[in-house]
């Protein structure tokens, strides 16, 4: 597997990362590690999980108001959870945008 790419079942689009995306995994679980390891350990495993289901049908996804190729996916973890912005590439693929928690500021 290369990096920024994520394997899907036999037939399915592929789920690909970019680097900010990439990113901002790193950063989400930087945050959480300072106050409990195995909470971000679960909650990239819950988002890498379910970024993973968007291939399956992306097409359900709510579009960001604005930008016609870009969709946004609501994970929900604890109390709150994360928005995952992606594009759906012309041969089928998934691209991961950004990620960030749904408190956070707007994406920039």
């Known amino acids: 597997m290369g990096v920024g790419q994520r394997t899907t079942p036999a037939g399915m689009p592929s789920v ?63 109390s709150s959870g994360y928005i995952a912005r992606f594009r759906h590439l012309p041969k089928g693929d998934i691209l991961i945008a950004r990620i960030k928690h749904q408190k956070e500021d707007e994406f920039n």
């Open 16 to 78: 690909k990362y970019s680097a900010q995306a990439i990113a901002d995994l790193q950063r989400l679980h930087d945050f959480l590690a300072t106050q409990d390891k195995d909470v971000a350990k679960r909650a990239i495993a819950v988002i890498c999980d379910a970024l993973t289901k968007i291939a399956v049908m992306p097409e359900r996804f709510r579009p960001v108001d604005g930008r016609i190729y870009l969709r946004e996916a609501i994970i929900d973890f604890g």
